[in-house]
């Protein structure tokens, strides 16, 4: 996933509140994240990111 600094802290928020595993971090113009989680929680998880960032939050599923 990948966000503008400005949502670190919305997106903190969200990944706290979920059974997510921090894969890698990179920081540079903006924030991306990979991280891991149970499928069945992927759809949740999306739909919370989108809500709380304005649709601001770029998510890729591998």
Known sequence: MEYPYTLSAIVDSVLH???VT????QYSDTVMLHISLPA??????????????????????L
Not at 40 to 61: C, D, F, I, M, Y
Request: hydrophobic share 30%.
């Open 22 to 25: 921090l894969i890698d971090s």
């Open 40 to 61: 069945n929680e992927t759809n949740a998880l999306l739909s919370a990111l989108q809500e709380r960032s304005s649709g601001q939050v770029n998510v890729t599923k």
């Open 17 to 19: 509140n979920s059974k």
